[in-house]
């Protein structure tokens, strides 16, 4: 009888720590959140098909020349990025007037100052790409490996901009997250237009291209696929209703048990 009990016991012990719901992870900056899971990988032409896109996560935002939308989604090895940004022309003068989305993360997601050690995308017309770090002197250093990949393209009047980014490549200059984490990030829109008016846009819009101050810049969730690790819609054993309530009859009988065994003592 002894070992039925502490049988018993034990299974009620492990439900109910399986039982117990995640609590969400702290988040250093404002309430912008991007969490999409990509269920298939969208191909990097310069081109912002929306079946290929359907499953990110989405901001429009006005800028000087009309509207800019932003996509964010990640599949279980990259985060994906693409901006359709309203321009009249699709500026490619490399080191001149080079239309250009970049993207800045907060790699420590402290929510303090963009600084040594935290990574940067980028990808410009003339499919200029680049993978880089903020340096010891506070500028923007190259990557000597490089992490990325994407096109630019044209659509109508809007120019389209994709990139592809490993979130957890080993590169000691990159990004290093894993399922479930939370990035910090801001993204820039370099708008050339020839020479003569050039204008940098920014989402979170109220964040000033010129300041590292981090504290009120978007995140990025890893998202997990909607099938689990191990092919369950959580991700592990599912906290219902039903659960917690076996779990509490479970606990209420093994209570009345001890009661009714002192009483006839």
Not at 15 to 27: E, G, W
Not at 84 to 108: G, H, M, P, Q, Y
Not at 178 to 204: A, E, H, K, M, N
């Amino acid at each position: 009888m002894n070992y039925k009990i502490s049988l018993f016991v034990s299974l009620l012990l492990l439900t109910s720590i399986f039982l117990i719901p995640d609590v969400p992870k702290a988040r250093a900056h404002s309430d912008k959140v991007f969490e999409a899971f990509a269920i298939e990988a969208p191909v990097m032409d310069g081109v912002i098909n929306d079946d290929e896109w359907k499953d990110a996560a989405t901001v429009t935002f006005s800028i000087p020349e009309g509207d800019a939308t932003i996509y964010v989604m990640n599949d279980r090895r990259n985060l994906y990025f693409a901006a359709k940004v309203s321009d009249n022309t699709l500026d490619e003068i490399v080191n001149v007037a080079l239309d250009i989305f970049t993207i800045d993360f907060d790699v420590r997601h402290d929510g303090e100052l963009f600084t040594i050690g935290e990574d940067t995308i980028s990808i410009g017309a003339r499919n200029r790409y680049g993978d880089g770090f903020v340096g010891p002197g506070l500028d923007i250093l190259d990557d000597s490996i490089t992490n990325v990949d994407g096109l630019v393209g044209r659509q109508g009047n809007y120019n389209h901009f994709e990139i592809v980014h490993d979130f957890n490549s080993g590169d000691a200059n990159d990004l290093s997250a894993v399922i479930g984490d939370t990035i910090g990030v801001r993204f820039l829109l370099f708008d050339q237009s020839g020479s003569d008016v050039r204008t940098i846009s920014v989402y979170p819009t109220d964040v000033d291209p010129n300041d590292d101050d981090q504290s009120m810049w978007a995140d990025i969730v890893i998202a997990e696929s909607p099938d689990g690790p191990s092919g369950s819609g959580s991700g592990g054993f599912p906290v219902t209703e039903v659960g917690i309530v076996v779990v509490l009859l479970g606990w209420a009988a093994y209570f009345g048990f001890l009661v009714r065994k002192r009483q006839r003592s």
